[in-house]
């Protein structure tokens, strides 16, 4: 079993940055691949980011390629979510997410467990 517990949403002004971390107690976790998603009302939950175990391999929605970068320490037992040049759209209770896989998944049902999801508002 993995708890997962996000921590630093908020408000921020279009062009702003946030960073959002996920701490993960329980099983050990650089066993598993960790990801970011997000979800806004009335729709189905959005792949945003996934690392693998030791951090080597990452990979990106389109929609944030070049503006956020995932990260992990597992010392810390944390991943991490820098969210730059942020944008109204990126407006979404953000979730992460863990797999116990070597490789990650865009898809939401391959993730094993989940964490309660950050308030992430970006205004114009």
């Known amino acids: 079993q993995v708890q997962l517990v996000e921590s630093g949403g908020g408000l921020v002004q279009a062009g702003g940055s946030l960073r959002l971390s996920c701490a993960a107690s329980?099983?050990?976790?650089?066993?598993?691949?960790m990801g970011w998603f997000r979800q806004t009302p009335g729709k189905e939950r959005e792949f945003v980011a996934h690392?693998?175990?030791?951090?080597?391999?990452?990979y990106y929605a389109d929609s944030v390629k070049g503006r956020f970068t995932i990260s992990r320490d597992n010392t810390k037992n944390t991943v991490y979510l820098q969210m730059n040049s942020l944008k109204p759209e990126d407006t979404a209770v953000y979730y992460c997410?863990?797999?116990?896989?070597?490789?990650?998944?865009?898809?939401?049902?391959?993730?094993?467990?989940w964490g309660q999801g950050t308030q992430v508002t970006v205004s114009s």
């Open positions: 997410a863990a797999r116990q896989y070597y490789s990650g998944s865009y898809n939401q049902h391959d993730y094993d467990y």
């Open positions: 329980g099983a050990a976790f650089s066993r598993y691949v």
């Open positions: 690392i693998r175990w030791n951090g080597a391999v990452t």
